[in-house]
């Protein structure tokens, strides 16, 4: 079996192939997002450009996207969340996480996907990048039941 890169745990030819290809249609905003990634994965730059809205393709560079996708390593697409982009939806947005090495180093690109679907066709309008949320942690007070779930004061028993 030849995984899609995409992580749907489908065979690529029946899954992300056959859209990148023009074949198949995507149904779901999902959908083009993930053939975008395993696009990406595959070197296919011509669909990414032709998934990318027209409105939107300004300062868009074949050549460097090429390069750039050729010489990076694939780790996995996860998909946070998507909101619309179904069948009969207009638009949507596809918050994703794209895992990669490049020049740079490993990376994440954690970023929120906005698609339209125009003439049946789902294209990439823009994204917004996620920024990292930092780690909270609550502190106990002296006075507070212990978290190890004893029902002693906090000061009495595990502190």
Not at 11 to 30: F, M, N, R, V
Not at 34 to 44: D, G, I, L, P
Not at 104 to 119: D, P
Request: net charge positive; glycine share 10%; charged share 35%.
């Amino acid at each position: 079996m030849n995984s899609c890169p995409c992580g749907s745990g489908n065979d690529y030819t029946a899954c992300c192939e056959p859209i990148i290809s023009g074949k198949k249609k995507a149904d779901t905003a999902e959908q083009t997002m993930r053939a975008r990634y395993s696009a990406h994965v595959k070197v296919e730059v011509d669909f990414i450009y032709n998934s990318t809205h027209p409105k939107h393709r300004e300062g868009y560079d074949h050549k460097g996207t090429r390069k750039w996708a050729e010489e990076s390593e694939w780790y996995g697409l996860e998909i946070v969340s998507t909101s619309q982009g179904g069948p009969e939806d207009k638009q949507g947005e596809v918050e994703f996480i794209a895992k990669f090495r490049d020049k740079e180093g490993r990376r994440s690109h954690h970023e929120r996907g906005q698609f339209k679907r125009e003439k049946g066709k789902w294209l990439f309008t823009e994204g917004e990048r996620v920024k990292s949320q930092p780690i909270t942690a609550n502190k106990i007070g002296r006075n507070d039941p212990c978290s190890c779930g004893s029902g002693k004061k906090y000061k009495k028993c595990c502190g």
